[in-house]
């Protein structure tokens, strides 16, 4: 089995055509290994999120080489077996969740989707695992937290016990006060299940908490790569890194 779960080669992703053709994602090469936590930092518009979609399929124009587990990508047709090893946690958990299915609906379908038998008993444990418990097993998503929402939507991207789990900005929509306990449950559940993460976030502090190694972007490229620890110390390769992880303290200074 490879050390590697995901190799990405000069990615390119563009959006339209010319003369009015964007290009998202200039050239990335980066690689994940098996288990670890990735992160990739960036403002708004650097490109971060349009890696993910291209790797979910979700992205119709891209070139290079995207491997995943061995299996290499093309276009954005996705084999069933990869979406049983990749699944993608999403940044609003309300807008993720259908309004009207249950959270019984919800997790048995994906199953089902994903091939997989004993249903009720498979349900009560991902409720477990999540920390949310059986008593919501037939709540709507309108009766649910944001919090409770996020959860429900890990769930589901466990349901078909996958490999590698594609955060985009999985916190980033919740109270501050829920975003540490987001954070601690995919911490606890990438250790209990030896779980790869990607995960993308504008904000140094949620990578630092989860993620051991990080890729900052700024305009569809990779500028800067470093490890957690380097970032806790403030060690940067670009003067740009410098600055993300000087305005970081910044505003950790205020906010405390």
């Not at 997790?107 to 994903?114: C, V």
């Not at 993460?197 to 190694?213: K, N, P, T």
């Amino acid at each position: 089995m490879s050390a590697l779960i995901l190799e990405i080669r000069d990615l390119r992703v563009w959006f339209g055509n010319p003369p009015d053709r964007v290009d998202a994602v200039k050239g990335v090469d980066l690689t994940v290994a098996r288990g670890e936590s990735f992160g990739l930092v960036g403002e708004s518009g650097s490109g971060k999120s349009t890696i993910l979609r291209a790797l979910a399929g979700l992205a119709p124009t891209w070139s290079g080489t995207i491997t995943v587990d061995g299996e290499t990508l093309r276009g954005i047709r996705r084999s069933p077996a990869f979406h049983r090893r990749v699944q993608m946690v999403f940044q609003d958990p309300y807008a993720s969740l259908h309004p009207r299915h249950t959270v019984d609906r919800v997790l048995s379908e994906t199953l089902r989707l994903q091939g997989m038998d004993d249903i009720d008993r498979r349900i009560g444990k991902l409720l477990d695992d999540v920390g949310l418990g059986r008593g919501f097993r037939f709540r709507y998503p309108h009766q649910l937290s944001g919090g409770q929402r996020q959860r429900v939507a890990v769930a589901r991207a466990l349901a078909g016990e996958p490999a590698l789990l594609l955060l985009d900005e999985p916190t980033s929509a919740l109270d501050v006060s829920v975003q540490a306990e987001i954070l601690n449950l995919l911490a606890d559940l990438r250790a209990e299940r030896g779980l790869t993460y990607v995960m993308v976030s504008h904000d140094l502090a949620v990578i630092g908490h989860l993620c051991q190694r990080l890729a900052v972007m700024q305009g569809g490229l990779i500028v800067d790569q470093l490890t957690a620890d380097d970032l806790r110390a403030g060690r940067a390769n670009s003067a740009y890194t410098r600055e993300l992880i000087a305005a970081s303290r910044s505003y950790a200074g205020r906010e405390a």
